[in-house]
């Protein structure tokens, strides 16, 4: 199983982008690379997902390094509503079966 | 992106006696599914892994006999708090393997307040 480790938090202003970086050392060859936001009192949001490269969606990017051991997560232009949880999951549903561990996750204030 | 449903997000049980959670896939079929509990200001927990017309897998230190769920069809898993107590209340959520296989998506989330 992979384990993550992320930053406990981040601090932003409105409008600055934010980059936040989860290491996975220990990523297997068939993991993909999931992000997710939880605000208080709600389920996981899916954001963006990738398994090398670049990935880009409508609101984040996510950048993998070659070696795969590291993802960042890119929110361009923060705003208040951006304050949340942020989660970088790894792992697969091959035939070994799809196990969810999740670590601390990054706590993202956003201020005005 | 995919949907998928927790029914009740908020319910209050007396002690002693059980409440049921449902969690559904809306549009999508998902042979896996998986409950986690959650205490505040904390991460998720993985409590038990759940497939389809199977036993459920729970995590060690997870008591089946208390967290009894149920995987009857491609879109339903439940989970029921067998004679609950005040411990138990917490923040249940599910989540569904995707059909690709490599994504999971959460429900809303319940509440469980145990009186």
């Known amino acids: 199983l992979a384990k993550t480790t992320q930053p406990i938090s981040m601090d932003s202003y409105e409008g600055q982008e934010v980059n936040i970086t989860c290491s996975h050392n220990?990523?297997?060859?068939?993991?993909?690379i999931t992000w997710y936001q939880q605000f208080p009192s709600q389920g996981p949001r899916f954001i963006i997902q990738?398994?090398?490269t670049k990935v880009t969606n409508e609101v984040a990017s996510l950048f993998i390094p070659a070696d795969r051991k590291s993802s960042t997560l890119s929110l361009p232009r923060v705003s208040l509503s951006d304050t949340a949880v942020y989660y970088c999951?790894?792992?697969?549903?091959?035939?070994?079966?799809?196990?969810?561990?999740f670590g601390a996750g990054t706590r993202l204030f956003v201020k005005a | 992106g995919a949907v998928v449903s927790q029914h009740p997000s908020r319910v209050i049980c007396k002690s002693g006696t059980s409440v049921k959670i449902e969690c559904r896939s809306l549009?999508?079929?998902?042979?896996?599914m998986f409950w986690y509990r959650q205490f505040p200001k904390q991460s998720l927990m993985l409590m038990a892994t759940?497939?389809?017309?199977?036993?459920?897998?729970?995590e060690q230190g997870v008591e089946k006999d208390k967290f009894l769920i149920n995987h009857a069809s491609l879109t339903l898993s439940t989970l029921t708090v067998t004679s609950a107590h005040p411990e138990d209340s917490s923040f249940y959520i599910c989540?569904?393997?995707?059909?690709?296989?490599?994504?999971?998506?959460f429900g809303e989330g319940s509440w469980l307040t145990v009186v």
């Open positions: 989540s569904a393997l995707y059909t690709s296989g490599n994504t999971i998506y």
């Open positions: 220990n990523i297997a060859t068939n993991d993909y």
């Open positions: 990738g398994y090398k």
């Open positions: 999951l790894v792992g697969d549903g091959g035939a070994g079966g799809f196990k969810t561990i």
């Open positions: 549009d999508f079929q998902a042979t896996t």
């Open positions: 759940s497939n389809e017309g199977s036993k459920a897998t729970y």
